[in-house]
Nanobody, 125 residues
Framework: QVQLVESGGGLVQAGGSLRLSCAAS????????MSWFRQAPGKEREFVAG????????TYADSVKGRFTISRDNAKNTMYLQMNSLKPEDTAVYYC??????????????????WGQGTQLTVSS
């Protein structure tokens, strides 16, 4: 089991940048492919970005491609989401997620084994 805690959310102007962090408990962090999801009020939780266990491969939703960068530091049991060129439509609660399958990045909520509690991002226009 892994416990996930997000941090780094806040209020930022459109066009600005912010970095989210996801801190995981224990040494098992490196066993899990990881993802970031987000959920806006009244909308379904959606996939944002994912990363393999080693951090060597990443994948992104089309809506954030070229603006967001996912990374991880297994020595620190931490995953990051660097968000640049932020838009009002990025406003959401952002969730850290660990995959059920150790070989597959979780791209759907069904494939998520563990969730963080979320951190709020608000982008003003």
């Amino acid at each position: 089991q892994v416990q996930l805690v997000e941090s780094g959310g806040g209020l930022v102007q459109a066009g600005g940048s912010l970095r989210l962090s996801c801190a995981a408990s224990g040494r098992t962090f490196s066993d899990y492919p990881m993802s970031w999801f987000r959920q806006a009020p009244g909308k379904e939780r959606e996939f944002v970005a994912g990363v393999t266990r080693s951090g060597g491969t990443t994948t992104y939703a089309d809506s954030v491609k070229g603006r967001f960068t996912i990374s991880r530091d297994n020595a620190k049991n931490t995953m990051y989401l660097q968000m640049n060129s932020l838009k009002p439509e990025d406003t959401a609660v952002y969730y850290c997620a660990a995959g059920r399958n150790t070989n597959l990045i979780p791209r759907t909520t069904q494939r998520v084994g563990f969730w963080g509690q979320g951190t709020q991002l608000t982008v003003s226009s």
